[in-house]
């Protein structure tokens, strides 16, 4: 489904990614852990050329990805949703004009059936009522969810979660969590970025332990978070939990 | 009494005049802001050569008077090119214009947060797609009110044609003043027809403003 070879990524004099290699199966719910500054938004930008690595090679659903090609670039980011921690949703658009957008723009969808699929990913995520309202008026929970679903009707082979619940209110985390739990339960490929330790240990297939760039420890959850064997891991995870 | 007697008999004879001002501040602006859309992109280029182009045609706009730029065209480039005087003027006006609606678009287009282009690129759209569908609709809502702003002072500007012959509301003012000796009357019309301008420019922007507020954000 997803494959990383030995990537590497820096900023000037910076590492930031010292090698990372990971193979994502389909329908797998990969969970990334570790400290600030550990490079776990940079290997999810990478995934998707939002940042161009330095060397290494990522394979999507079989494909090799030639960062030098931009149709495939854009074709390959059309089948790769990502959340990002902000949301990024466009302020001057209604909630289902932001779900259609990508249907419309990208997949050349006509207006009537892409309004269609957007109104059933807007119900996926429980916001009916909200169809037609401007992200300003929606709360960060809410717009995560549009953000959710903005993603999910380009119908994606994979699903990028960048910390969607970093910015959020703490009793507004969990709705968010409940509609990637849902997609998780559907057999939706997801790698995930987060610090919610709760989610992972329920959700994820494997946790990935990163730090300085590098991948220091894969596991089940139980493996990372019950029987840690790294010491920077270990140390890492006392500090949290 | 006698004071406003003079003006209202002679704000007609400067309607002419009044509609040579318009002419070439709206001339000047629209050029302005064509010249400006596309130096905001030459600006926004990361190639530095294209970006030079941009920053040098600024360089030499700011750093020099308008009226110096409304010599060339008129003396210089008026001749070279066969043009006449008035078209001279809106010309110089919006090459003038169009370097300061140039940091205008600039600045409100590197306003737009970068993830609203990371969110639209992730979508899979074209950089391209991305400026005209996300990035320059919200930067455009924010560059209204610089570009109101620089409206209103481009119609001030529009005055100092008057030394290139162009015979807008200033240039009658001096004129009819050298016939009547009313040099205060006329020089009042003037300045009510500038306010006039001004007036209307203000509430068209606040209009376009709250047009485009519709979201609220
Ligand atoms: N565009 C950039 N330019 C320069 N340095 C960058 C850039 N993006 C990230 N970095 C640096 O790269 C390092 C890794 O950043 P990254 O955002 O991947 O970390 P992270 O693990 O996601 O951390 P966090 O938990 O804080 O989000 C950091 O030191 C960061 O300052
Ligand atoms: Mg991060």
New binding site residues.
Partial sequence: MLRIENLHKS??D?Q?LEGIDLQVKKSEVVVII??????????L?CINFL?YSDQGKIYIEGQLLNEKNEREINQMRARVGMVF?HFNLFPHKTVIENVMEGLTQVRKISKFEAKKIAYKYIEKVGLTDKEKVYPAMLSGGQKQRVAIARALAMEPVVMLF??PT?ALDPELVGEVLLVMKELAREGMTMVV?T?EMGFAREVADRVIF?DD?QILEVGTPEDIFDRPQNERSQAFLSAII | MEFINVIIKYIPLFLPAAWMTIQITVLGITIGVLLGLAGAFLRISDKWWVNAIARIYIFVIRGTPLLLQLFIFFYVLRQALSLDSMTAAFLALGLHNGAYITEIFRGSIQSIDHGQMEAARSLGMSYPRAMIRIILPQAFKRSIPPLGNQFIIALKDSSLASAITINEVLLQAQRLAAANYKMLEMLTIAAIFYLFYTSIFTWLVNRLEAWLNVDSK
């Fill in positions: 900023f000037g910076l930031v570790g400290a600030s500054g550990s490079g776990k938004s940079t290997l930008r940042e921690q960048d910390e970093s970025v610090h990163m760039g």
